[in-house]
């Protein structure tokens, strides 16, 4: 599947035509059940719009030239916006099918559908189809899949959705992308996905960043994927300080062409899930999609860090993933 077109918000785009990527931020979350809280909708959907035209304009302005929206089918994904947004911009979104993890997704149905033989073939196809044919009636092909696991251990139900996505996987060339909770049992995603035919180099090991543990992230670079270091900015899971000091050891043992980067930023929540909106005004100085380039590479470059270093990151780390080239030999 190497150099074949991503698909984007925008329709299909070459690899080489992303520019610098920002590999997983959202435009729009609702945690199932927000549609519940009928006093407390959220913005409209011309007032997100606007957000969200704001926020990529601001990207341009800063040399970015593609995002990852990886929201899954159940935490309020909004294919519609991306596309409105990406069309108004010119800007390729690219977006995902797939599943949340048990705690916060939509676990109550998908289990009750396996109850009457639902299970992860109803999963798999679900994500083939909307990889291949496209999303409802949007139009909009998902470019990649989004699987989730919570802590201390992956459930049954998060075992089905990684089976499901291995399976859409292998049958359509999409690759994969993950949540983790506290920076813990990557490499166990790791290992399911390719025990089951995943290239590791189709994979992203998201939020590892949540965990410095520098044998943690070894790990999994020497099985062949790449670490999202993509939470910068929410210094209350993990201090950006540590965040830059681990990036820089893996800088350093050579493994700076399996990392890519990002800040897991929420533009728009449907609802109102944080009960005290003035609780998210000190982290909201940093938690936001400009962070990385504004704050993050100055701290990276006096630890050593090179602009071809910080170009590797940001541009040819999602172009060889998306290309689905091999990794190059480790530095």
Not at 219 to 233: P, T, V
Request: aromatic share 6%.
């Amino acid at each position: 599947m190497a150099g074949r077109a991503i698909q984007t918000a925008l329709g299909p785009v070459s690899p080489e035509a992303l520019g610098r990527t920002l590999m997983h931020e959202h435009l729009v979350i609702g945690y199932p059940g927000f549609e519940s809280d009928t006093i407390r909708p959220g913005p409209t959907r011309d007032e997100r719009f606007r957000v969200c035209v704001d926020r990529v304009e601001e990207l341009k302005d800063l040399g970015i030239g593609a995002l990852v929206d990886p929201c899954p089918n159940d935490l309020g994904r909004d294919v519609e916006l991306a596309a409105k947004v990406a069309q108004h911009t010119r800007f390729p979104i690219v977006v995902a099918t797939g599943l949340y993890k048990q705690a916060e997704g939509a676990h109550g149905y998908w289990a009750f559908r396996a109850t009457t033989g639902g299970g992860v073939d109803s999963m798999a196809e679900l994500f083939e189809k909307e990889i291949t044919e496209g999303i409802g009636t949007t139009g909009v092909r998902a470019g990649i899949i989004k699987v989730a696991t919570g802590a201390p251990a992956i459930t049954p139900y998060e075992r089905a959705i990684l089976a499901a996505a291995a399976k859409a996987s292998v049958a359509t060339g999409a690759p994969i992308t993950t949540h983790t909770d506290e920076g813990r049992l990557g490499d166990e995603q790791q290992r399911i996905l390719t025990e089951a035919g995943v290239p590791a180099h189709r994979i992203v090991i998201g939020h590892c960043c949540g965990t410095d543990d520098h044998a943690y992230h070894m790990a999994i670079a020497q099985g062949g994927s790449y670490l999202g270091f993509d939470r910068f900015g929410i210094d209350v899971l993990q201090p950006d300080e540590k965040r830059v000091a681990a990036l820089l050891r893996l800088l350093r043992a050579g493994r700076g062409a399996q990392v890519v980067v990002s800040h897991d930023t929420v533009w728009c929540w449907r609802g109102e899930p944080v009960a005290r909106p003035e609780a998210f005004a000190a982290l909201a100085k940093t938690w936001e999609p400009g962070h990385f380039l504004r704050r993050i590479v100055p701290r990276l470059k006096d630890g050593g860090a090179s602009d071809d270093d910080v170009d590797r990151l940001l541009r040819e780390n999602p172009r060889r993933f998306f290309a689905g080239e091999r990794l190059p030999a480790a530095a």
